[in-house]
Every structure is written in C-alpha cells, then in structure tokens.
C-alpha cells in the first residue's frame, strides 16, 4: 500500500522560510513525476510545482517559482519543497502527490498545515 507522508509544516513569521518533506513508501516512485499543491481556507486546490526523475521542473506562478524551490532524492522516494520569503497568502495545507503513467495525480498524502503570521 502507498503512503505519502509530509513533514515541515508549522508556524512561521512573514519573512521566514520551512522546507517541506514528503517520503513515498510501499512503493518506488524514482521515475515518476512527483509534486506539491495547496489548499487555502475557502480556495480551491492550487499546484505549485512539480518535478521529473531527471529534475526538470514546473512551477504553477512566476510568485512561486520566485520564493520556491523543489527538489529530489530518488534514492530516498522522498520530494523537497523549500520555501523562502513566505507571506500571509502562503498560509494553507501543504500536499505531496505522485503522477502515474497516465498523466493522473494518483497517490496524495494527508498535507501539513503551513501558517504564516504577520
């Protein structure tokens, strides 16, 4: 059985920066293409990035790409998501997902909550 479990989260202060964890277990996901999406009280899911085997990554806005940065470890079935220079907005529930072969974001595990205090 898949799991996906996100580490990280927590209270922060406008300004500060948390790295995020997601390690994949019961299966080996070093080909597929991993990613982390959002959800803010009262929005709609939002993608903010993903990235390849080979790293090659998207960013969901020019405001993430800017501030974020996603990464790796193949070896450890496990994506980062550093995120420097947080503001208020960034405040939601952090998820990790896996894409399967087709196309599909298959495999989500149950988020941590990132707040960010003014």
């Known amino acids: 059985q898949v799991h996906l479990v996100e580490s990280g989260g927590g209270l922060v202060q406008a300004g500060g920066s948390l790295r995020l964890s997601c390690s994949a277990s019961?299966?080996?996901?070093?080909?597929?293409?991993m990613g982390w999406f959002r959800r803010a009280p009262g929005k709609e899911r939002e993608f903010i990035a993903s990235?390849?085997?080979?790293?090659?990554?998207?960013f969901g806005s020019r405001s993430m790409k800017g501030r974020f940065a996603i990464s790796r470890d193949n070896a450890k079935n496990t994506v980062y998501l550093q995120m420097n220079n947080l503001i208020r907005e960034d405040t939601a529930i952090y998820y990790c997902?896996?894409?399967?072969?087709?196309?599909?974001?298959?495999?989500w595990g149950q988020g941590t909550q990132v707040t960010v205090s003014s």
């Open positions: 997902a896996v894409r399967d072969w087709n196309g599909a974001w298959r495999y």
């Open positions: 019961g299966q080996s996901f070093d080909k597929n293409p």
């Open positions: 990235i390849t085997w080979t790293s090659d990554n998207t």
